[in-house]
């Protein structure tokens, strides 16, 4: 259950009178690549607030059911295990903060080995210059927060299946270690219906080196989760998408071994653990 503070006074050598300020924080310990909850209570009105984090600022937003605020603190897969520390801060005439401590831990992610099309292995000058301008667009996309969140209900997996690769497994690919695996894969035949995870709007539909056929969904306010190796799209960028509807088909274009499923999830510009972001937002915020 999540981690309940109480009441807390902001001492005014912290550029205020004191304050009362209730939060509430998802785990004050987190792996590389997991994500925590921090909700917010104030007891006076601002401007706005966010969570700094290791050089980041996370907005907070109105929670679904308006009782309060909620901010949702990434990490990165390449963080190392750390000791640190969020800061809260609140801003109306003047700033207010509030720290709370976080212990990164390692995730002890896997390794496997791949065997892939060598053109997908070693790039062609062509190639790079594709990966290079499908990553600048896919990093301005995942930085973009829609201020409108456009999920009420809890988040559903894509579809029901083995899992074949966790998230997180550093990746060999034809004996190179190339990349960690940035989602959780579901076996899937060629033309199994892929549905949304939640309700959202559709940012990207498009062929890209690695991912193959690719559907991106923005659920608004930093949160995107993204279907990759279809062989067949049933959406259009701009559509509005209900949780459960079908967006395409599984295949297995871009960078495979075989038909599947690639399920990911950015949250705040960063790749995050799908499966457990899914959890958290269930449990938390949903």
Known sequence: MIAKIALILLASMLLSAKEDLFFD??????????????DLYPSHPFHKAYVAFLGKRYPFFKRPDESGYYALIPTSYYQKPLHTQA???????????????IEIQDGHYKRE??????????????AKVRI??????????????????????????PLHSKITSAFGNKRLFNGTLKSYHSGTDFRAK????????NRGRVVLVKNRFFAGNSVIIDHGEGIYSGYYHLSKFAVNVGDIVEKGQVI????????????????????GGVCVDPLQFVELAN????
């Open 25 to 38: 924080i998802s785990s004050e310990q987190t792996a590389n690549a997991k994500t925590v909850l921090v």
């Open 190 to 197: 060629t033309g199994t219906p892929i549905i949304a995870s």
């Open 283 to 286: 449990r938390y915020l949903l």
């Open 248 to 267: 395409g088909y599984s295949g297995a274009t871009g960078r495979v071994t075989g038909p599947h499923l690639h399920f990911t999830f950015h949250v």
């Open 87 to 101: 800061t809260i801060v609140t801003v109306d005439q003047r700033k207010h903060y509030l720290s709370l401590p």
């Open 113 to 126: 080995s791949l065997r892939v099309n060598p053109s997908k292995a070693h790039f062609s000058k062509t």
């Open 132 to 157: 290079a301008k499908e990553l600048k667009e896919a990093k301005k996309i995942y930085n973009t927060y829609t201020p409108k969140l456009y999920i009420h209900s809890p988040f559903i997996l």
